[in-house]
Structures are given as structure tokens and as C-alpha cells.
T-cell receptor, first 112, second 114 residues
Framework: QQQVKQSPQSLIVQKGGISIINCAYENTAFDYFPWYQQFPGKGPALLIAIRPDVSEKKEGRFTISFNKSAKQFSLHIMDSQPGDSATYFCAASPQSARQLTFGSGTQLTVLP | DVKVTQSSRYLVKRTGEKVFLECVQDMDHENMFWYRQDPGLGLRLIYFSYDVKMKEKGDIPEGYSVSREKKERFSLILESASTNQTSMYLC?????????????FGDGTRLSIL
């Protein structure tokens, strides 16, 4: 079963704090792991992505950590800001696949 | 920037009606997708098309069909709408068939079936 399990379903963080969202997968053929960000009233947009040949990828305040042996990956948002309040989706796919498998989403609220 | 336009933001239809959701992309992308988004279930793929007149079923195709007669346009059809198809529907496009290419989403159509 090509599932990606995402937690938590919702997250509330104070401004300046660290937001952490976790995802786990089962299919060992997955080798591409993107995160999408969705603001209210908008469609999701690609935020950051990682391949399993690296354990971490950082873009500004956003970092993906990847643990291949545990089949887990996570999104860390450092110095979280109210403007980061959105729904975040992890996803995974084998490189050869035409489609992504998405997690169930995490609604992040950053309090001012 | 890629623009994916969905024809309606909100749509209300009645049970048994045939419903058409339209999506247009302006970047000559080969691939297009239809998802439905429900709370706690994430994004679930209904159908995708990798070229004109070509389509493949996604995870939840039952009760839906699609049409892609032109490269820029991908239509989702609810043959006989039912209340359990009340949902947010998202269209996306992608340049070509490689999973590591980003998908570009429209802003969604919130469909209510009464």
C-alpha cells in the first residue's frame, strides 16, 4: 500500500518557535519527498523537496530532515511567523512514477 | 509563472445532475491532474492525464470521468452527482511525466451537492 502517514493533524506554535511536522512511509521505492504549502483559499504550492541521498536540506527557515532507515522525514520551520500559518502536505513518490502520494495534511497556526 | 485556472470557485448542484468542472493551464504542460481535498484525508488523486486524449485512473475514480481534448484543458465530469461528492476539487498541471517536477495547482472549486 502506497501510504504516507502525516502527523500531527493540527499544530499551534508561538511566533519565533519551531514547528515540526512528521511523515512516515512504507514503500521503500519512494525516492522523492516534497512538501507543499497551502494558504487558505489557494491551491498547494511546492515548498521544498528532498531526495534520500542526503539527510537534510535547508532553504531559509525551512528544513527537511530525512531518515532512510526509519522511513521517516520531517519538516522543521525555524523562527515560525504568523505568515507561515497554512496547511502543509508531505508527499512521496518513486522517481519513475507519474503521480505523488500525499499525506493527510497538517494545519499550522502561528500565534503572534 | 504557471497559471492554472479553475472555472468556478464555488458550485452548488443537485443530486443526480451531471456536473462539469473545468481547468485550464497556460504553460503547455503535458500532465494534468484532478484531486479532491477532504479534511483529514489530504489530497486524493481522481484522474490524471499525461497527454491529450490520454488518461489514467487515480486512487478514487469511481463516479468520475475526465476529458482532455486540448492540451491546455482538462475537464472533470461527475456523471450523476451524489452528496458524497461534496468536496473541494483541485486541478494541477506538471511540465512532463517525472514525479520530481513540481505540480502547479489551481485555487480549487468548492462543490456542494444538495
Amino acid at each position: 500500500q502506497q501510504q504516507v502517514k502525516q502527523s500531527p493533524q493540527s499544530l499551534i506554535v508561538q511566533k519565533g518557535g519551531i514547528s515540526i511536522i512528521n511523515c512516515a512511509y512504507e514503500n521503500t521505492a519512494f525516492d522523492y519527498f516534497p512538501w507543499y504549502q497551502q494558504f487558505p483559499g489557494k491551491g498547494p504550492a511546492l515548498l521544498i523537496a528532498i531526495r534520500p541521498d542526503v539527510s537534510e536540506k535547508k532553504e531559509g527557515r525551512f528544513t527537511i530532515s530525512f531518515n532512510k532507515s526509519a522511513k521517516q522525514f520531517s519538516l522543521h520551520i525555524m523562527d515560525s511567523q504568523p505568515g507561515d500559518s497554512a496547511t502543509y502536505f508531505c508527499a512521496a513518490s518513486p522517481q519513475s512514477a507519474r503521480q505523488l502520494t500525499f499525506g493527510s495534511g497538517t494545519q499550522l497556526t502561528v500565534l503572534p | 509563472d504557471v497559471k492554472v485556472t479553475q472555472s468556478s470557485r464555488y458550485l452548488v448542484k443537485r443530486t443526480g445532475e451531471k456536473v462539469f468542472l473545468e481547468c485550464v493551464q497556460d504553460m503547455d504542460h503535458e500532465n494534468m491532474f484532478w484531486y479532491r481535498q477532504d479534511p483529514g484525508l489530504g489530497l486524493r488523486l481522481i484522474y490524471f492525464s499525461y497527454d491529450v486524449k490520454m488518461k489514467e485512473k487515480g486512487d478514487i475514480p469511481e463516479g468520475y470521468s475526465v476529458s482532455r481534448e486540448k492540451k491546455e484543458r482538462f475537464s472533470l465530469i461527475l456523471e450523476s452527482a451524489s452528496t458524497n461528492q461534496t468536496s473541494m476539487y483541485l486541478c494541477a498541471s506538471r511540465a512532463w511525466a517525472a514525479s520530481n517536477q513540481p505540480q502547479h495547482f489551481g485555487d480549487g472549486t468548492r462543490l456542494s451537492i444538495l
